[in-house]
């Protein structure tokens, strides 16, 4: 099966503290200078390598399906711009390969640029002297539209993302919002069957945020079958609209699941809240604590009472698969009112720092290449 996106061990190093000196000479930081620690060492010196290297990306395997929203999360520094860069042609890796619809990212380029365009929070370009409409016609114009083309593109896309209104506004009276939806509109001009984007909704208001999501989401995955890779530290718009995430982690893929599976991953258990009306605690109620506990599934009750013996609440935690039925048959038996009844489930959020701190053992991206 062709992948959208194939990443095969995607290594990317950046030299760190490399200066040049006065001499016009790199330093290579105090550990370094006027000793050579080993033979590779000296190969390295001889063959002009510098380091050290922070090890953005430590060996990335990712698959990307066509139709599908891929979410990368991570903590800052974790690699999520430098993968999509690497996609997009804006770096090259060092080791590893990257594919897009098939083709190369180091020797075709050209093929994968017609596939992909991406979208990145720094990207501007646009002249805040001309309106909405005319910075796309300039767009157009450079990506080679002819005049009916961009004509067409241009309305569809205003309309598309709801910016039709106030197209014809000079870009300097855009919103913060507007102008990320004129930066949408250019890099759809070319109507590219995958778009990556680099924290798409960061710096929009809920609501706009909201309406960028539900354009991702609605019309460009599911009316315009585009795949989609985002990068995001929001783990609520990584839960809603993506089909799979990957957990990126100094460099390298923690996980790599449905948001479902992923919230799962760490923990086996959900929790079961009743609360009751009107209820004391005695030997019936602790018979039926017994009897909850008895329960295939049931990992533990724990009932709360108050100092006067008030019966309040029971949390039952149980197996992740585990349906209410049996637990609410007990409790029914046992007479009590009931006043409400919630689940507790790990959010995606739970299991992303459960995934980041149970791989925090001291380390640093440093290396010599
Ligand atoms: N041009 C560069 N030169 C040197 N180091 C870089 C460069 N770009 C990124 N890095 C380093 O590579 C690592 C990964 O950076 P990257 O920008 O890919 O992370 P990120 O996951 O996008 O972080 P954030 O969430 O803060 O945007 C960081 O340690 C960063 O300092
Ligand atoms: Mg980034």
């Not at 770096?91 to 640029?113: C, K, M, T």
């Not at 009751?276 to 329960?295: C, G, N």
Request: glycine share 8%; hydrophobic share 35%; with cysteine.
């Amino acid at each position: 099966m062709e992948f959208a996106i194939e990443t095969i061990d995607l290594v990317k190093r950046y030299p760190t503290t490399a200066r040049r000196g006065r001499e016009g000479h790199f330093h290579l930081g105090p550990a370094r200078v006027g000793r050579v620690e080993s033979f590779t060492g000296m190969l390295k010196i001889i063959k002009g390598i510098k380091g050290p290297f922070i090890e953005a990306l430590r060996g990335v395997n990712i698959k990307i399906k066509k139709g599908e929203i891929f979410g990368v999360l991570g903590p800052n520094g974790a690699g999520k711009t430098t993968l999509i860069k690497i996609l997009c042609t804006l770096v090259i890796h060092d080791e590893g390969e990257a594919y897009v619809n098939g083709f190369d990212v180091r020797s075709e380029p050209n093929q994968v640029l017609k596939n992909l365009q991406a979208v990145l929070p720094e990207s501007r370009g646009f002249n805040w002297r001309l309106t909405g409409r005319q910075n796309l016609e300039f767009y157009a114009l450079l990506y080679g539209l002819n005049e009916k083309e961009s004509k067409d593109r241009i309305d569809f896309l205003l309309d598309f993302t709801g910016l039709k209104e106030r197209a014809d506004d000079y870009y300097q009276r855009y919103s913060t919002g507007m102008q990320r939806k004129l930066l949408l509109c250019r890099s759809l001009l070319r109507n590219t069957p995958i778009l990556l984007f680099d924290e798409p909704t960061v710096g929009l208001d809920p609501t706009s945020a909201a309406e960028f999501r539900d354009l991702l989401y609605k019309k460009l995955a599911h009316e315009e079958k585009k795949t989609i890779l985002l990068s995001t530290h929001n783990l609520f718009e990584a839960q809603n609209i993506c089909d799979r995430i990957a957990i990126l982690d100094r460099g390298k893929i923690t996980a790599c699941d449905t948001p479902n599976n992923i919230r799962y991953l760490m923990f086996d258990e959900k929790v079961f809240n009743i609360t009751f009306i009107d209820a004391t605690y005695d030997d019936e109620r602790q018979k039926m604590i017994d009897e909850l506990e008895e329960i295939k599934g049931v990992h533990g009750v724990t009932p709360e009472i108050d100092p006067d013996g008030n019966f309040h609440e029971i949390s039952i935690r149980v197996d992740k698969n585990m349906d209410f039925a049996s637990i609410l048959d007990v409790v029914m038996k046992s007479g009590l009112k009931i006043r409400t009844i919630n689940t507790k489930e790990p959010t995606l959020e739970d299991a992303f720092m459960a995934i980041t701190r149970q791989n925090a053992e001291p380390q640093n991206n440093l290396s010599f290449g």
